[in-house]
């Protein structure tokens, strides 16, 4: 049942709100009506942090959906600057499970916060907070918080598969594509049917020796690039792949997600060219594209451009789940910390790497390497899953919240 947390409590002062303060001086302006409405201003003080609290009784293990709408005037950034948060047990226990910050959308001056979270199994009452912080020409009207008890969010479970193989002396073209074939039938018919297999960088290329470049390159719709589309067809599953791609003039280090049926779900080019393919004629692609497979949002950083925050933290900005990363070479330590601090899954084919799937939280889950021979690497996540942790709560919405944009333009700069 929906509980209206500004239906006021006539008996209790504020309806049942209390006044939260930060420290002396540093405080907002609050007010109540009787009417149900709640107000929070920056008085123009500009180290002010302050807002409304209630307490709720709950139960251990319960899931409960938090809506509250407000009105914002006069906060350059409202998501930054208005929270709404729900504290555990209240603010004591903040160390064994930080606050859970409720997303927002911004439509105009109007701010939407809703999602759903779940009680600790120690946790008997929670603390929803409506917060300002360092807004001193705000006013935040709220007109809505609702509190109630829902079932849990339905889990999203997903497997990942990276694949590993390397000749193990000089290759063909047609060699690499024959193994990576059988490579894909061996993945496919694991216990844990894979709902994506990845494999690696310009998989054609790796053990051959060529005269000429474009005798690697390939095109989407070639013979070559035909056999992958018809395996992830025959294998009913979504198939990650990079190929050196030849169009019209030019090189590229392509990358392909085909769906199960068969069909181009999403094409990249890599965007980061390293010494060796720009003096090889190879050209950057201009976009970072994010892709909606039938089991989430994807999209592609090939092998060095692991080394990029800056793209992954685009690609989670437009609601990537999972970032394929199919590569020659990669630093394992930088695709730990890109999914450790996006909160996203991180699946990694390669040669001189190992082939992993790492979890939200930058730790390694499963992993194939040279010394197993070839093989794959699988695991299976929930999506729906949240990252949570003390101090902070739910990570990975905490830190998007806390970013600040408004200092980092030189990020754009050379």
Known sequence: ???????????????????????????????????????????????????????????????????????????????????????????????????DSIPGEVRGGNVTFEGVVGAPEWAQTADVLLMLRWAPKAKVKFSEAVFETVRAPKPRPVTLAAVYWRPAEASTVENNVANFLSMIDRAAKADRKPDVIVLPESLTAVGVHAENRDELCHKEGGPVFEKFTAAAKRCKVNLAFSLYEKSGRGRYVGAWLVDRRGKVAGRYRKTHCPVGEDTAGFMPGDSLPVFDADFGRVAFQICMETGFPEMTRAYVLDGAEVILMPSWNAEVIDVRARARENGVYCVVSGFDVASMVVGRDGEVIASRWKDQGAGVAAATVDLSARLCGPWVGNYPEYMHRMRRGDLYGRLCRR
């Not at 920056?42 to 009105?71: C, D, E, F, M, S």
């Open 1 to 99: 049942m929906a509980k209206n947390l500004l239906q006021f409590d006539k008996k209790a002062e504020n309806g049942g709100w209390r006044p939260f303060q930060s420290r002396p001086g540093a405080d907002v302006k609050r007010t109540a009506s009787a009417r149900g409405q709640l107000t929070l201003e920056g008085a123009g003080n500009r180290h002010g942090v302050g807002g409304w609290i209630r307490t709720l009784r709950v139960k251990p293990g319960r899931h409960y959906r938090v809506r509250v709408k407000a009105r914002v005037e006069g906060a350059d950034d409202p998501l930054y600057h208005v929270w709404v948060r729900v504290c555990w047990g209240g603010f004591g226990d903040v160390s064994r499970q930080g606050p």
